[in-house]
């Protein structure tokens, strides 16, 4: 039989590593998400100010 002299025997050191690893890169977070009232707001507004725009049109031809 031959004979193993490795120094590291440890069957645990891998997985020791593994949890450090673990414990020090906590998982990130996911991006926020951008709020969708404004950019709906901003299409309502839009939508009236093109309807307003178009009232003063057809009271004024």
Not at 31 to 59: D, K
Request: aromatic share 4%.
């Amino acid at each position: 039989m031959t004979q193993n002299n490795d120094p590291n025997l440890d069957p645990a050191g891998s997985t020791q590593h593994f949890r450090r690893f673990v414990d020090e890169n906590p998982v990130a977070a996911a991006p926020e998400r951008r709020p969708i009232l404004p950019i709906v707001l901003a299409g309502v507004g839009a939508v009236a100010a093109i309807a307003v725009i178009v009232a003063l049109v057809l009271a004024f031809a």
